[in-house]
């Protein structure tokens, strides 16, 4: 019998890599069109809904620690299943490491439904 494809596992982990790829350019226009004005973003700093909130969460990260061209970012671990993918990463970047984060995302109709991520940062000296 032959293995059948998951059409939305399919699916999600190409909005994931979609993500991933505009996350390390930088283009927040490109990062913001995985979103919808329903989705939901949870951090350490609390929930964010919206278009206009997740863009503000994202300029922050773009224009600091996230800066394009000043980090690396390792992929651990990624596990998709159906509409969610749970990820284990971490980054050298210029002004800190995020020496372990994870996030976990619910993808649905090619749309980031809700995004949790839990960093633990390392300031330089």
Request: with cysteine; hydrophobic share 40%; aromatic share 8%.
């Amino acid at each position: 019998m032959a293995t059948q494809v998951n059409p939305t596992a399919t699916s999600t982990r190409e909005v994931f890599d979609h993500h991933i790829g505009a996350l390390g350019t930088g283009d927040l226009d490109d990062l913001m069109s995985d979103y919808s004005e329903e989705s939901i973003l949870i951090g350490p700093d609390g929930v964010v809904k919206g278009l206009t909130g997740i863009r503000q969460v994202f300029e922050f990260f773009l224009s600091g620690l996230l800066k394009p061209g000043t980090y690396e970012i390792g992929l651990d671990k990624v596990h998709v299943e159906g509409e969610i993918v749970y990820v284990l990463w971490h980054a050298n970047c210029v002004g800190a490491d995020v020496t372990f984060a994870a996030d976990t995302f619910l993808i649905r109709s090619g749309k980031i439904a809700l995004q949790t991520f839990a960093p633990k940062l390392e300031p330089h000296g």
